[in-house]
């Protein structure tokens, strides 16, 4: 059983920097790694997987036994890693220069259209 309540524990300390980090509100592992999705690396996805995978089998006597704790440590570990190593700041800041590159670069080009089809008309 006190393996159950360190699952759930760890799983729920990985749903409070989910939430810190991506503003991700869900219930379960799964389904935050869903909406999060493509913003952390694929790896994160199958570690998260191994996680929710045990964390279904610790709630069984029996089943408990086939979870390998090396195996959830090992992916905790590395995604509340990857997880704490992101700073959102600079997240939101890349996202802004990334709109900001390209809508300079759409007025440039619309710019470019402009003075092509002016000339073309031949009033510049």
């Known amino acids: 059983m ?7 524990t760890k799983v729920a300390r990985l749903l409070l ?29 199958r570690q998260a997987k191994v996680i929710s995978t045990a964390q279904r089998l610790s709630v069984h006597p029996k089943l408990r ?3 390998d704790a090396a195996a959830v440590t090992l ?3 590395e995604i509340e890693r990857h997880l704490a190593a992101i700073d959102v700041r600079a997240r ?5 220069l ?7 670069f759409n007025l440039i080009a619309l710019t470019a259209l402009l ?7 031949g009033l510049v």
């Open 92 to 96: 939101r800041m890349d996202r802004l």
């Open 17 to 45: 920097l989910a939430r810190q980090k991506f503003g991700v509100r869900a219930k379960s592992l799964e389904r935050a790694m869903r909406k999060i999705g493509r913003r952390v690396p694929a790896r994160l996805h």
């Open 98 to 104: 990334d709109v900001l590159g390209s809508v300079s």
């Open 2 to 8: 006190t393996a159950d309540l360190d699952i759930d």
């Open 65 to 67: 036994m086939q979870v």
């Open 115 to 121: 003075m092509i089809f002016l000339r073309w008309r």
């Open 75 to 77: 992916a905790f570990e």
